[in-house]
């Protein structure tokens, strides 16, 4: 079984901007690790936003944040 990124997913994660609190307007790639973290000991969201936490959590314990800059460098926001 091959598994493959959703290109779409991974562009819309890359751009997304966390919506409120300390860091309202960061990227979530910008977010330090730490308050990934918390959100995993309190507990994520619901929805959308959670699930992109999540996902950046994952990318940023396993070292993939160039990854998510080289897709906001190499696909802008316009072509979501």
């Not at 609190?21 to 790639?29: A, D, E, M, S």
């Amino acid at each position: 079984m091959k598994i493959q990124p959703d290109k779409k997913k991974l562009v819309e994660m890359a751009h997304y901007k966390m919506p409120f609190g300390k860091y309202k307007g960061r990227y979530l790639v910008d977010l330090p690790e730490p308050y990934f973290v918390w959100f995993q000991q309190k507990g994520f969201p619901t929805g959308k936003l959670g699930d992109l936490l999540k996902s950046m959590f994952e990318i940023k314990i396993n070292g993939l944040e160039p990854l998510i800059r080289r897709i906001q460098k190499d696909f802008p926001k316009e072509s979501l």
